[in-house]
């Protein structure tokens, strides 16, 4: 019996974190929760308010018909 192995991941650089701007009252509360997050390692939420700031401006997408 012969097992597959799926080839490795390759993983890129970690992206920067987002600058926001800065007269956005939504987009500086979430650097707020980010920068406790650091404080407490909670990697996972860091990257949930980067996500949310990078995303907070952009229009959303529209879904394809069905």
Do not use: S, W
Not at 24 to 41: I, S
Request: charged content about 30%; some cysteine; overall charge positive.
């Amino acid at each position: 019996m012969t097992m597959a192995v799926d080839p490795m991941i390759k993983l890129g650089f970690p992206i920067e974190k987002p600058e926001p701007p800065k007269d956005c009252k939504v987009c500086r509360a979430l650097v707020a929760q980010r920068e406790t997050a650091v404080e407490l390692g909670d990697l996972a939420k860091v990257t949930d308010c980067n996500v949310e700031i990078r995303n907070h401006h952009r229009p959303p997408r529209l879904l394809a018909a069905q």
